[in-house]
């Protein structure tokens, strides 16, 4: 539990880089939260804290097309 929201800090710094390099591995780490979500049956939180992230950043396209590259949005 500690490590997770450990990376979802991390996520939030990679983003706040607007470095479109560093939006790379901010979307590997979302993924990985995503799949220890689906083992935890925790799917629904993480929807609504990636839902949290994308009104953030919605103007981010670049980061907004990674999101969806990596179909973390629909």
Known sequence: MGKEID??????????TKQPK?????VSL????HDFA???GKNS???LRLSALHSEHTRKA????RFRKA????
Do not use: C, G, P
């Not at 560093?22 to 901010?26: F, G, L, M, Q, T």
């Not at 979302?30 to 939260?33: M, N, S, Y």
């Not at 179909?71 to 629909?74: D, V, Y």
């Open 62 to 65: 670049t980061l907004v097309n």
């Open 22 to 26: 560093r939006y790379d591995k901010a």
């Open 38 to 40: 689906e083992m935890k």
């Open 45 to 47: 939180e993480f929807s």
């Open 71 to 74: 179909k973390l949005l629909a």
């Open 7 to 16: 990376l979802w800090a991390k996520v939030d710094k990679l983003i706040a």
């Open 30 to 33: 979302l993924q990985d939260l």
